[in-house]
């Protein structure tokens, strides 16, 4: 079928028929959402239509939930029809924060060709409303935020029945805003408790505790306590022994944890969890309650946790290997255990690699810590400075054009006499990565002030010819 | 008062004292920087690992910590192992540390948004044990902190690096306030090595010791780091005058 044809999705019942759903190029013909199969037909002529299966969409919409446990939160259950919600807290420094986490999110959804929207909140029904009602594509509610964000959201966002909305409607309430202005008590008398507990859970004055979605090869172990826990050196204790259960598991199974989940439930009926990621598998039971009691500082117990649960919500096999003995060849340090702390610390790890790149903002590109050694290194023979300037910064400058050195620069209302200068190395622009850059010259001078500081210095251009640049200088790094 | 004229007894009173600080069982070796000069002031001929050096620049290096960076490159690539480098500010341009003779496979950057993260992060790459040496960017480095890190370094025998390196040049006299470290050098640039033509020869720094535990102060001119990160002394006449100039110019 080609991509440009209307598509839509008819669902049926008795003898009625509706589009429940409509690609872009449907709704762009005028097709909306309940309209009647029928008249759409009479619109749009050589419409293609396929029938609804709820059942269909319900496993769909598990599997991808399934991908987001893994993936992004150790909280996920499917919210609605049409959604999924995730307790983010605890987990979202694992992808780089909130915005980080959302838009990668929605990013890798859309390549695999689902069109998302995702939005951050302080609560679920916050974060419900936004992500049906608003048309940017990502949203992160700040802390505290809400109440601001939903009072001119309209009330159908507030997870109610279709007779209540109906009858709000009537009654001439339109906004979230005018809602939660009313009296609660007549409300209640006239619409049941719904309305009132919706709107306590929309702005979190009502805990609403997500029940995450569990599949049964997850590896799991949970301890219960008769008494709730709450200090730090307890909790400590029972995550090492929940670690050591866990790790006996896998053990049987010959798997080795990546991310691991411990979900704590309190007693008043809240979740909080941490998740753990690691570079390679793991099943050292010390490494494990290493990296989770280094995060037992971010609990907070309340009024006492009653239930901890750890998962091990990705695992992969792991092969016992024997260790090279040391009488011959030196002992490798693996550094995986450290990257992991560090990692999980929210701390951003990286290694450096040579890109085959004249061009020296391009010279180097940011490995994985652990990723293997590459051995390569930089061919260039001329003296590199130690700092490099993010953005090269403009300089006056007096010098003889067309190739020779500056006599006398300023830099940050410094004037400097320049001594003595090495130069020029002339670096062309790379075209086959950016077109415009096809006559684009530099030409880069170590130039050294009286008093010995050297500096990295260039031209734009070639001194000649105004096509190959601007004829400014501009300073670029600081020799050591 | 009674006064010990028994070398024997104050051997053994030494000895006992360095039992007492946990150094006899594990001697500590060191890292000479093959200059003879240079190792003959330091306790021990050379940089000891498990312990903590401080390294700041001088002039406007007191900003960009570009010789500085390079010395504290050259020593770590001296060193066997990998190297975690902790940072808040990306700028390093490692093609520079490459021709310092730090090979990119070895090092792991660690960039963390405030100082305390550093701080944290070079105590864990230090009780890590295992690596090469620990290099850290840091703006202030208070007492505590300091303290933390050496103890941190004794433990495991990891060599810990810091790199000073502040906001301003007027904030640069935060260098004079005591800090645990065993050495403290500053390192400032000179004007290059004289060349028999135009152009910029070797670089040369001015390599001031200003502390050592059990040691004193001294200052040496030396060429930057070759390939192999090494220094060779490197003094030159001929820039008496631009030197004193320099000098009193200087910050702090």
Redesign the interface.
């Known amino acids: 079928m080609p991509a440009d044809q209307p598509l839509v999705v008819i669902s049926k019942s008795g003898s009625k028929r509706w589009i429940s759903a409509a690609d872009t190029a449907a709704r762009k013909l005028g097709l909306k959402l309940g309209m009647p199969a029928s008249k759409a037909q009479a619109i749009v002529a050589g419409l293609a239509m396929i029938d609804a299966d709820p059942a269909a969409d319900a496993a769909a919409l598990e599997r991808l939930a399934l991908w987001a446990l893994r993936q992004y939160s150790p909280v996920v259950a499917v919210d609605g029809m049409d959604g999924i919600v995730m307790d983010t807290e605890g987990a979202d420094h694992l992808q780089g924060g909130e915005d980080l986490l959302i838009s990668g999110l929605v990013n890798g959804l859309r390549g695999r060709g689902l069109t998302a929207r995702a939005a951050v909140a302080d609560t679920w029904g916050a974060a419900h409303a936004i992500t049906r009602l608003t048309s940017a594509g990502t949203t992160v509610v700040p802390v505290g935020g809400v109440a601001k964000a939903v009072t001119r959201l309209p009330i159908h966002c507030l997870r109610l029945s279709p007779d209540t909305i109906q009858g709000l409607r009537v009654m001439g309430v339109e906004t979230v805003g005018e809602l939660s202005a009313m009296p609660r008590a007549p409300l209640t008398l006239r619409y049941g408790p719904e309305v009132g507990r919706r709107l306590d859970q929309l702005f979190g004055r009502v805990a609403e505790p997500i029940e995450p979605l569990r599949t049964p090869e997850l590896i799991e172990v949970a301890r219960n306590f008769q008494e709730p826990i709450g200090a730090a050196e307890t909790i400590a204790k029972y995550v090492r022994r929940l670690v050591g259960e866990l790790t006996a598991r896998l053990e049987q199974k010959g798997l080795g944890v990546r991310r691991s989940d411990l979900v704590i439930h309190r007693v008043d009926n809240t979740r909080q969890s941490i998740r753990a990621g690691l570079a390679k598998p793991v099943r050292d039971p010390a490494r494990l309650s290493k990296l989770l009691c280094d995060r037992i500082e971010k609990i907070d117990p309340g009024f006492g946790i009653e239930r901890m649960v750890l998962v091990a919500i990705m695992a992969e096999p792991l092969e016992e290997r024997q260790v090279a003995s040391s009488l011959v060849a030196e002992q490798v ?1 693996d ?1 995986t ?3 992991d ?2 990692g999980n ?1 929210g ?8 890109v085959a790149s004249d061009v ?1 903002e391009r ?2 590109r940011r490995i994985g ?1 652990t990723d293997d ?6 061919a ?1 023979k001329w ?8 953005n090269p910064e403009r300089i006056d400058v007096t010098a003889l054009l067309p190739d020779q050195p500056p006599a006398v620069f300023t830099w940050r209302g410094k004037r400097r006499r320049v ?4 130069g020029p190395e002339r670096i062309f622009g790379e075209w086959w990565i950016r077109p415009r850059e096809h006559a684009a010259v530099r030409d880069y001078f ?3 002030d ?5 500096y990295w210095v260039y031209r734009a251009g070639d001194g000649v010819d105004a096509d190959t640049g601007s004829h400014q200088w501009f300073l670029h ?4 | 008062m009674s006064r010990v004229h028994n070398p024997r007894m104050i051997e053994e009173l030494r000895d006992r004292i360095a039992h007492l600080e946990g150094g006899a069982a594990r001697r500590p070796a060191v890292l000479p920087f093959g200059v003879r000069d240079i190792d003959d002031r330091l306790p021990g001929g050379g940089l000891s690992h498990g312990a903590l050096h401080e390294i700041a620049g001088g ?3 007191t900003v ?8 504290a ?1 050259g020593i770590a690539a001296r060193s066997k ?2 190297v ?1 480098w902790c940072l808040t500010r990306p ?9 310092a003779g730090l ?3 070895r ?6 948004d405030k100082d305390e ?1 550093v701080l ?2 070079m105590e ?2 230090l009780s ?1 044990g ?2 090469g040496a620990v290099v850290g960017e840091l703006v202030r480095l208070p007492m505590v902190s300091s303290r933390r890190l050496q103890l941190a370094a004794e433990k495991s025998g990891t060599m810990a690096l810091v790199v000073r390196r502040w906001r301003r040049q007027t904030e640069a006299s935060d260098f004079g306030n005591p800090t645990a470290s065993t050495t403290r050098w500053r390192v400032s ?4 090595e004289e060349l028999p033509v ?4 070797r ?2 720094w001015l390599a001031e010791l200003m502390r050592v535990k059990a040691g004193e102060c001294a200052e040496f001119e030396i060429g ?1 780091c070759d390939a192999k990160g090494r220094v060779c002394l490197l003094p030159s006449s001929s820039h008496r005058q ?1 030197q004193a100039a ?1 000098r009193g ?1 200087r910050a702090s």
């Open positions: 340090v550094v255990p450290l990257v702390i560090l610390r701390q951003r790890l990286y290694r450096v690699t040579p020296p010279s180097m810590p050694e590459t051995g390569a290194t930089w260039a003296p590199r400075p130690s700092r490099l300037l993010a001594k003595r200068a090495d170590v130039v050294e009286e008093a010995g500081e050297r790094g600081v020799f050591g | 002039g406007g290096g960009d910590g570009a010789a500085a960076a390079l010395f490159a192992g990998k975690l700028d390093l341009f490692f093609p520079a540390l490459a021709q090979h990119p496979d090092v792991i950057f660690c960039e963390g993260d944290a992060s864990e790459g890590f295992g690596l640039v000179l004007p290059s135009a152009g910029v020869g670089a040369r930057a631009d320099w110019s």
